[in-house]
């Protein structure tokens, strides 16, 4: 990481240095880090690092052990079935929510990090992909004007990301996850609510699935997947949603 200047919101900054480094695997999980050591290599004091780690910790990244650091959190094939839980049951109806109140800037805003999503898959750099696919997400659900469930999904892909496994390769390239999106943004340009909020559905749980299938794991029940079955049933929460 490289130090950081003295700008106004110092601890956000921090806390984003830190994150990137745990997504980049520059920091590995399950080790231990200092806070003086953070605080010293980013060039700030102790205390931003600290408010830093408080935000970190709430997002489930790590773990502050008294006396002993800052412990890098590890991510067990539970915790990815429940985060990809959590994202149908939060993200889905957010995005049908926000397709209603969307825009011609908000769309456009959507096609340009649709447009950076596709450049960056045509020249293999997945980095810069993922980092413009969490824009295209975030952008997506802003309209419904819920700051912190749109920083709460954010938050949850950063868990996911540590891992630092990527499903591109496995069965699907960078440019099908980017067909994956494509499917999106014509639901939400068409103004259909219902047909994005299937897509959506359909682009999460096939993520869970081939992640859940690097980690060799099968349901939590031992048969069907969790993240099936939430998303099986989302059709029955919009009913009651609308009706």
């Known amino acids: 990481m490289k130090p950081l200047g003295s700008e106004k919101s110092l601890a956000a900054r921090v806390s984003e240095a830190v994150r990137m480094a745990i997504v980049s695997g520059e920091f590995e999980p399950g080790r ?11 060039g700030v004091s102790r205390t931003p690092v600290r408010e830093a780690i408080i935000r970190l910790s ?3 990244m790590v773990r502050f052990e008294r006396g002993r650091g800052i412990r890098i959190l590890e991510i067990t094939a539970k915790d990815l079935e429940e985060i990809f839980i959590l994202r149908l049951l939060l ?25 950076a999503m596709r450049s960056a898959a045509l020249r293999g750099d997945e980095h810069a992909m ?5 824009s295209f997400h975030c952008a997506l659900l802003a309209p419904a004007g819920n700051v912190r469930l749109v920083e709460c999904i954010d938050g949850l892909r950063d868990i ?4 630092g496994k990527s499903t591109a390769g496995q069965s699907r390239t960078l440019l099908d996850i980017v067909a994956e999106h494509d499917g999106v943004l014509s639901h939400v340009e068409s103004g259909d609510a219902d047909g994005t ?3 959506l559905a359909a682009h999460i ?18 048969s069907r997947l969790s993240i099936d079955w939430a998303a099986a049933h989302l059709g029955t929460f919009a009913a009651r949603e609308h009706g």
């Open 58 to 60: 709430a997002a489930g």
């Open 205 to 222: 749980q096939h993520t869970g699935r081939l992640l859940l299938l690097q980690e060799g794991a099968g349901g939590t029940d031992g």
């Open 32 to 42: 231990l880090y200092s806070v003086n050591d953070l605080a010293n290599q980013l």
């Open 197 to 199: 909020a299937s897509a």
């Open 91 to 115: 993200e889905v109806p957010a995005a049908r929510h926000a397709v209603s109140l969307m825009g011609m800037d908000q769309i456009e805003t959507l096609k340009i990090h649709l447009e």
């Open 130 to 134: 993922m980092e413009s696919d969490r």
């Open 160 to 163: 996911v990301l540590k891992r």
